[in-house]
């Protein structure tokens, strides 16, 4: 089918470089990422290890990858290797795990908590109190090989755009708290010389909601259906 070459270029538009546009790739043929990738594109979300293994395989090496699924402990080793940014963290023992592999493979990989903010059972995530006792969790400082670089959360899948956007600014509340660890009172047992909580990146939105997503303070957008059509 290939890709949206119109949406991409308004999306680019209207992103502006506030926000970076990461391209759901996931099920899409290596030809349509090509097809992107070749209008300058280089940042590329997928949701299953096996898939992602294999298209990073195949496709140019300066693709920024990001895993967007739910990520096993047991899947971690195979894209440790050369993933961005891991965006759905919701335990201490996968932040275990991925420290681990990173270290085996002499990096520091980038990844993102993911905060539960929806009111659908089947999503994945920290509740709030899970997100602090993780933050204050003192053996977090000894994981020299992953930095926490934000929080990720999705929305309820909903026409309700009041509820939609009442998640979006509970979790953009969530990550003023936590931004400055230097100072913010959420963070007095987090040690001052912490130097692998830095919290840049703030990825809400996708191809339904992204747009009330920007208006509350994403920094990144994950956007499938709108560039490559509905699966």
């Given at each position: 089918m290939g890709i949206n070459k119109?949406?991409?270029?308004?999306?680019?538009?209207?992103?502006?470089?506030?926000?970076?546009?990461?391209a759901v790739s996931k099920t899409k043929p290596v030809e349509d990422i090509l097809e992107?990738?070749?209008?300058?594109?280089?940042?590329f979300?997928?949701?299953?290890?096996?898939?992602?293994?294999?298209?990073?395989?195949?496709?140019?090496k300066d693709i920024r990858w990001h895993f967007i699924g739910h990520l096993q402990s047991n899947k971690v080793k195979y894209i440790a290797p050369f993933v961005h940014l891991i965006h759905g963290v919701d335990s201490n023992n996968l932040l275990k795990e991925i420290n681990k592999q990173a270290a085996k493979n002499s990096r520091v990989i980038d990844c993102l908590l993911q905060v539960y903010i929806a009111k659908e059972e089947t999503k994945f995530g920290l509740d709030e109190m899970e997100l602090h006792e993780l933050l204050q969790v003192t053996a977090i400082n000894e994981l020299t090989n992953i930095l926490i670089n934000g929080f990720m959360g999705m929305a309820s899948f909903s026409d309700n755009t009041n509820l939609v956007r009442n998640e979006f600014r509970y979790l953009r509340s969530l990550f003023d708290k936590y931004a400055e660890p230097q100072t913010s009172p959420a963070l007095v047992g987090i040690k001052p010389q912490t130097t692998n909580l830095k919290l840049q990146?703030?990825?809400?939105?996708?191809s339904?909601?992204?747009?009330?997503?920007?208006?509350?303070?994403?920094?990144?957008?994950?956007?499938?259906?709108?560039?490559?059509?509905?699966?």
């Open positions: 119109e949406k991409y270029q308004e999306l680019i538009t209207e992103l502006n470089g506030k926000a970076t546009l990461v992107l990738y070749n209008l300058g594109h280089r940042d979300g997928e949701n299953y290890v096996q898939e992602l293994t294999q298209k990073q395989e195949q496709l140019p990146t703030l990825s809400m939105g996708m339904a909601d992204y747009k009330i997503a920007l208006e509350e303070g994403s920094n990144m957008v994950r956007i499938g259906s709108l560039l490559f059509g509905s699966r």
